[in-house]
């Protein structure tokens, strides 16, 4: 009789994770403090907004992802073959003090037709135990056993940003990385009132770095920007994050050149959005026990792609160690 895995968290890198475990033909549980799967590749869907554009996912975390690694290359193509992902951008336009300046090329950036979210949600729904509104509260070690909440288990990958793993363990070593915060900023707009842009990288501007225009993100060319807020502007408004809603709109006009206010906007906060350097190594595992941490703080991060990497690797290495 075995009590089997437990992944703690349901983002990209638990998911990775988990379903290396489970590939190996050993049995995983995920458990995700959510009320659904995906962290950081965020989408919300528009209620009570008062626009046409209720029902209506929108990306309020990750904008996009890349995929360069040949194994994280596959599994995007698998999920682009069943219209999951779609091929996006190569390009941005770049705005500086003065509006928009030029357009920068850069690798394909991939995006969801249904919102990232349902990448994650595709992704996990083969795992045969998932469980969302279930937060961990305790990780630890007791006589050479590891335990989750009071019960020992086989293997554990702890797959959440640091500073949310610390708060349940000591038993992973604390990271010493700084993580910075964003506030995503979406307008709804009553038509699409710019020039055709997939999204603008915004430099040198204290309010914000960057705007993507969701409709063509999502496919569906709806008039819907998200602008992400300068991490040192968000950390002074995260305890009230409505209050960098009127500097926001205000540079989305001023750098897209335009009069009309949305309507409908609203903000969300990420304290943890993003670490600030990643470690080159593609996880963390401990050097007897079948315990370890991934995420995008690995593999180095932090991005999408690196955050799949490295739960995928963990889960390969618990999975080892689990046959011995
Ligand atoms: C605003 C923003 C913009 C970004 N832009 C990009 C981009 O353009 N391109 C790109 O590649 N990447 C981008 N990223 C980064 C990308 O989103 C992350 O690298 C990736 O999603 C991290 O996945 P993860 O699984 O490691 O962590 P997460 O997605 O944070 O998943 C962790 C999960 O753990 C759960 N959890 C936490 N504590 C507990 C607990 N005690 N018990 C149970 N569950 C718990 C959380 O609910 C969460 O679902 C962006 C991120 C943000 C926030």
Redesign the pocket.
């Known amino acids: 009789m075995t009590e089997g895995a437990v992944v703690?968290?349901?983002?990209?890198?638990?998911?990775?994770c988990a379903s290396a475990i489970a590939e190996s033909g050993l049995d995983v549980r995920v458990?995700?403090?959510?009320r659904r799967?995906?962290?950081?590749?965020?989408s919300r869907t528009l209620r009570d907004s008062g626009t046409g554009f209720d029902g209506r996912v929108v990306d309020?975390?990750?904008?996009?992802?890349?995929a360069s690694d040949p194994s994280f290359k596959a599994v995007v193509e698998s999920l682009v073959a069943r219209d999951v992902v779609r091929p996006w951008t190569t390009a941005f336009h770049v705005a500086g003090p003065t509006g928009i300046e030029g357009v920068s090329t850069g690798p394909l950036?991939y995006a969801a037709p249904r919102g990232?979210r349902d990448v994650?949600e595709t992704l996990a729904a083969h795992l045969a135990d998932v469980r969302v509104d279930?937060?961990?509260?305790r990780v630890g070690v007791v006589d050479g056993r590891v335990i989750v909440d009071g019960a020992a288990v086989d293997s554990v990958g702890v797959?959440?940003?640091a500073p949310?793993?610390e708060?349940?363990t000591d038993a992973v070593p604390a990271s010493p990385i700084t993580w910075e915060p964003?506030i995503?900023v979406t307008c709804v707009f009553d038509r699409v009132r710019w020039i055709e842009l997939d999204g603008v990288f915004v430099n040198d501007d204290p309010v914000l770095t960057w705007i993507a225009d969701d409709g063509r993100r999502r496919g569906d060319l709806a008039p819907v920007l998200v602008a992400?807020v300068n991490p040192v502007l968000a950390a002074v408004h995260l305890h009230d994050p409505a209050s960098v809603i009127g500097p926001a709109v205000a540079t989305i006009q001023r750098v897209l050149g335009l009069d009309a206010y949305p309507d409908w906007v609203d903000a969300h906060r990420?304290t943890?959005?993003?670490p600030l350097v990643a470690r080159e190594e593609n996880y963390w595992l401990d050097d007897a026990l079948p315990l370890g941490a991934?995420?995008?703080?690995w593999a180095g991060?932090?991005?999408?792609?690196?955050?799949w990497l490295?739960?995928h690797s963990l889960g390969l290495a618990l999975a080892e160690r689990a046959r011995g």
């Not at 458990?31 to 959510?34: A, K, L």
């Not at 799967?37 to 965020?42: E, F, K, Q, S, T």
């Not at 991934?294 to 703080?297: C, E, I, P, Y």
């Open positions: 703690v968290g349901g983002g990209i890198s638990g998911i990775a458990r995700d403090r959510g799967l995906g962290g950081r590749m965020a309020i975390g990750a904008s996009y992802f890349t950036r990232l994650v279930d937060e961990v509260g797959c959440v940003p949310q793993a708060r349940i964003v995503a992400h990420w943890y959005a993003k991934a995420g995008d703080a991060g932090p991005r999408v792609e690196a955050a490295s739960g």
